[in-house]
DNA sequence: CTATGTAAGATATAATGTATCTTTTACGAT
DNA sequence: ATCGTAAAAGATACATTATATCTTACATAG
């Protein structure tokens, strides 16, 4: 699924680049479709690593987190805080903003998958959430579960 | 808050540990007193470098975390995996058992509230979980956001 | 062609966590 | 009482993840 749509998701990510006047550097690219390649989210090390598969410029490890703080300021890329690794936005080639990100974590095979809860989900957690002095939160949510495949084996 | 019903706390974990059967050895106490008293979450690192005040027999970090496995197993501390850091369960002192929490850290001021999803909300979660291919979910969550003092000042 | 600014590289170090092995302690059986 | 065993604690090494700082490369505007 993912890579049927990547070289799509490339270039729109040079578009919008494009748009908002920032540059999408080779390093970055490197990242960024080796993000969009992957099957699941990876570490920053991770990312070095397979940069360097079969490239006689290596990818410092250093650049890749400098790399992804772009990429993640841009909202091309998501940090999964309870992972410690990256994924892509599973909206790139979408025209809207997705300050929202919902995450589903398998805690078997590390699937991921990006969702959108319903703002009727949403609103209950806000209301949770100011009935214990909390005004405002984050719509970045990760859920650990189990997917389906991993449930039934 | 947390320091009143301290002692309380304390004496009715030695009282589930005795009922259990298992052993909350000095070491232990160090540990889950210093996150009863704390104020906020800790790191493990933080959790021994408070301990180790006023104490001429250091607890070594990694001490820390192995107490801190055990206090987890036995649902006394909870572990924040978006902060790295332990605090403990709100509920030392309930009868019944926590295998749910949810909670809720301020980005500004690192203040944790641990509260209680409404089991509506949950399972609108759930049903958004399971149309993505993900049978079951954690009831464990953290929700960043701003509280209420962080976010008027 | 130089000055300037952004990106990338190199290096050092901090913070966090895991693995492994040894020593100590608790405690029941002899 | 003491001996043996298992659990707990301690010591050590190292892996992983991340940040900070300084330098170098390079494109481009003046």
Redesign the interface.
Known sequence: MRTVNSEKAMSDVEQKCADRGIKLTRRRKEVLRTLVLAESAMSAYEIAERCNVGSDDPMPAMSVYRILDFLRDQQFVHRL??ANKYISCSHLSCGHDHAQS?F?I??ECRKV?E????S??FS??EK??S????????P?????????SC??S
């Not at 969702?115 to 319903?118: A, V």
Request: some cysteine; hydrophobic content about 40%.
């Open positions: 805080e309870t919902q589903l398998c805690n998958e969702i959108d809860f319903s009727e989900a209950v957690m949770a959430a009935a214990a002095g909390f005004s405002s939160i984050s970045q949510l990760e859920v650990r579960g189990l997917c389906d449930e039934t």
